[in-house]
Structure formats: structure tokens, C-alpha cells
């Protein structure tokens, strides 16, 4: 806890692909040891799949 100045939350920045924060927030939730970029690979992978479900 700060003594300060109450510290601000930061903003989750979009999806580059679909420009989601939602999908964002996906990524980083199944990112693992920081390898965001294999997570969005895998995730744009499956999303890119057309007439599937994303999972």
C-alpha cells in the first residue's frame, strides 16, 4: 500500500487483430512465463478457424 497517492489501474490496450478488450484480457489470463506472444497465436489460431467455436 502506497503512502503517497492512490496508484491508478492500468489499461488493458486492445486486440491488434479484433481490437477486443475482452479478447486481451483472454490472452493474459492464458499467457504462461510471460510468452504473450505464443498465447495469441494460439488464441487467433483457433479464433481465425471460420465456423468453429473458439472453444
Known amino acids: ?3 503517497r ?3 491508478g489501474q492500468r489499461k488493458i490496450l ?3 487483430k479484433f ?3 475482452l ?3 483472454f490472452v493474459n489470463i492464458l499467457m504462461v512465463d510471460g ?3 505464443t498465447a495469441e497465436s494460439i488464441v487467433l489460431q483457433r ?3 471460420p ?3 473458439l472453444w
Open 5 to 7: 497517492r492512490v496508484i
Open 14 to 16: 486492445p486486440d491488434p
Open 35 to 37: 510468452k504473450k506472444s
Open 51 to 53: 465456423g468453429s467455436a
Open 19 to 21: 481490437g477486443s478488450e
Open 23 to 25: 479478447l486481451a484480457k
Open 47 to 49: 479464433a481465425g478457424d
Open 1 to 3: 500500500m502506497p503512502r
